[in-house]
């Protein structure tokens, strides 16, 4: 299945903990994007060491599996239930 494939080659790419930075530079989500969704709760799962924002791997890929859509109806359905 290709989502697997994705989510296998992902999981190899990503460090056990990873920083805004590191999160920005495998994934392609900019790290402004990344401290919005922290503010509205709505991102992914985070650990907070002192003033470092940390993404655990296993929390990021459930993040993606769980946004994982095959059409925008999907998509808007899911978040108005």
Request: net charge negative; charged share 30%.
């Amino acid at each position: 299945m290709e989502d697997d494939t994705t989510f296998a080659a992902l999981a190899e790419v990503l460090k056990p903990m990873n920083t805004t930075k590191d999160i920005a530079d495998r994934c392609g989500i900019k790290e402004g994007t990344l401290a919005y969704w922290r503010g509205a709760g709505i991102g992914p799962k985070f650990v907070k060491v002192g003033r470092t924002v940390m993404y655990p791997k296993e929390p990021m890929i459930a993040y993606f599996k769980e946004h994982l859509y095959q059409s925008t109806c999907e998509y808007e359905g899911k978040e108005s239930a």
